[in-house]
Nanobody, 125 residues
Framework: QVQLVESGGGLVQAGGSLRLSCAAS????????MGWFRQAPGKEREFVAA????????YYAVSVKGRFTISRDNAIGTVYLQMNSLKPEDTAVYYC??????????????????WGQGTQVTVSS
């Protein structure tokens, strides 16, 4: 059982930046493809980004590509989401998740087994 804990959310003005962190309880995430998802009020949870076990491959939703960067530090079992040029439409609860599936296919929330509790990101205009 892997427990994931997100941190780093908050309130930021449009154009600003935030970095989210996701720490694994067992101290390692190297066995898992890791992903970030988000859910805005009244909307379904959507894929944001994913990273392979080694960190060598990353994938992004079109809406965040070029603005967000996913990375990982397997030595300390932590995954990051650097968010730049934030827009009001990025406002959502952001979740990290883990799966044994390949990063090549893991784009849907049902592909992921372990989830964090979420962290709120609010971007003001």
């Amino acid at each position: 059982q892997v427990q994931l804990v997100e941190s780093g959310g908050g309130l930021v003005q449009a154009g600003g930046s935030l970095r989210l962190s996701c720490a694994a309880s067992e101290g390692t995430t190297s066995s898992y493809t890791m992903g970030w998802f988000r859910q805005a009020p009244g909307k379904e949870r959507e894929f944001v980004a994913a990273i392979s076990r080694s960190g060598g491959m990353t994938y992004y939703a079109v809406s965040v590509k070029g603005r967000f960067t996913i990375s990982r530090d397997n030595a300390i079992g932590t995954v990051y989401l650097q968010m730049n040029s934030l827009k009001p439409e990025d406002t959502a609860v952001y979740y990290c998740a883990a799966t044994l599936s390949s990063v090549l296919t893991a784009r849907k929330d049902y592909d992921y087994v372990y989830w964090g509790q979420g962290t709120q990101v609010t971007v003001s205009s």
